[in-house]
């Protein structure tokens, strides 16, 4: 059965991302646009992030431009991001979440959540500590309305 575990991505600064390197903890997965009305929500995610970090909680942040609300280059983004609000936790380089060239992560998470496209940025996928998808979560849906889950998952084993 496959898990994020299998996938790898591209960090800002160009190493290797081993979602392997996940393994036992919870992770939130979402895709993001610096220009985006819902960007505020990196600051809410930076806040969960610091709050439940020690309790084995990690972000991903993957930038995407499929919507026309990324900044010019990576680069921009990584400091965008850390300027604006505060991120911490790791951001990819940009992907895509849909079409011929979508990235297989997306591909993987947008399967075992049993629903379709990515319709805006801003879609948050709350993955437990086996490595499978728990929930995915609109774009709409601000970050703490995640946390009881997150903190359900946590508890888990």
Sequence with gaps: MATIYDFKETEMDGTTLDLSDYKGKVVIIVNTASKCGLAPQLETLENLYEK???????????????????????????DY????????????????????KEDPLFTYLKTE??????????TKFLVGR????????APQTKPEKMEEAIVEALKAE
């Design 52 to 78: 439940y970090k020690k309790d084995g909680l990690e972000i991903l942040g993957l930038p995407s431009n499929q919507f026309h609300q990324e900044l010019d280059d990576d680069d921009q983004t990584n």
């Design 81 to 100: 991001c850390k300027v604006h609000y505060g991120v911490t936790f790791p951001m990819t380089k940009r992907v895509e979440v849909n079409g011929d």
């Design 113 to 122: 959540a049993g629903h379709g496209k990515i319709k805006w940025n801003f």
């Design 130 to 137: 086996n490595g499978q998808v728990i929930k995915r979560y």
